[in-house]
């Protein structure tokens, strides 16, 4: 029969639960199939209303931006013409309900520094399937 010391046992387990503790305190479980899928669901809402409201306001203009949405994250690309403009696109992209971040990717254009923006104006994008 094996008899331990308790201290040889006591360093033993230290050694082990760093490497336990590390998947319990800082790791975050993996997404199920259908979590992905409503997560990937809520991003492409997101990028339409985002978009949407992007094209509907005067200072910005349709086509001119494009936003990436990854887990309500949200990134503008793009170019806008004066501060106003891009100061009114990342407003308007904060706006859209489950957007945790807004990421700005827009190259900056030569043009006013104060635009009218529409910004806090209720908003419903149109459906599409």
């Known amino acids: 029969m094996i008899r331990l010391r308790p201290i040889a046992v006591f360093v033993a387990l230290l050694g082990v639960a760093p490497v ?15 979590q992905v899928q409503e997560r990937r669901q809520q991003d492409e809402a997101i990028r339409r209303e985002v978009e949407a409201r992007l094209a509907a306001e005067p200072s910005i203009g349709a086509g001119r931006l494009r936003a990436v949405v990854n887990a309500g ?8 013409v004066g ?4 100061q009114c696109a990342i407003a308007n992209a904060e706006l859209v309900p489950g957007v945790r ?18 910004a806090p104006r209720i908003f419903s994008a149109p459906a599409t399937p």
């Open 20 to 34: 336990q503790g590390c998947g319990l305190l800082g790791g975050e479980p993996a997404e199920s199939p259908v």
């Open 73 to 80: 994250d949200v990134q503008l690309h793009g170019a806008v």
């Open 83 to 86: 501060f106003g403009a891009l």
């Open 101 to 118: 971040l807004v990421i700005d990717y827009m190259v900056l254009q030569p043009g006013p520094r104060r635009v009218t923006c529409l």
